[in-house]
């Protein structure tokens, strides 16, 4: 079973920073296809706020040029630095890994969230 643990939510005022980290484990060597952030405010549905494959980036409009998505292979680890934070950004954010599994599939596994809060 894959494991992720969050951490770096908190309460801030707009125009912050926050980071936030996840970390993958598992009791075996893990495939992973793609590691990001999701997001979900109080009534609205979940939604990608961003995601990094093989190196490469993508952005909800919402965060570009405000929010880095990176990666420390070594650690199965990714962050999300979170810059010019609005109060719009207030939501639960969930990190997501996608794993390939020995036969070729794909499976997704999600962290608990942790919540990001920003005063105006």
């Known amino acids: 079973q894959v494991q992720l643990v969050e951490s770096g939510g908190g309460l801030v005022q707009a125009g912050g920073s926050l980071r936030l980290s996840c970390t993958a484990s598992a009791g075996f060597i893990l495939s992973i296809n793609s590691m990001g952030w999701y997001r979900q405010a109080p009534g609205k549905q979940r939604e990608l706020v961003a995601n990094?494959?093989?190196?490469?980036?993508d952005y909800a409009d919402s965060v570009k040029g405000r929010f880095t998505i990176s990666r420390d292979y070594a650690k199965n680890t990714v962050y999300l630095q979170m810059n010019s934070l609005k109060p719009e950004d207030t939501a639960v954010y969930y990190c997501?890994?996608?794993?390939?599994?020995?036969?070729?599939?794909?499976?997704?596994?999600w962290g608990q969230g942790t919540q990001v809060t920003v005063s105006s």
């Open positions: 990094i494959r093989r190196g490469e980036a």
């Open positions: 997501n890994v996608r794993v390939w599994t020995v036969v070729g599939d794909l499976n997704d596994y």
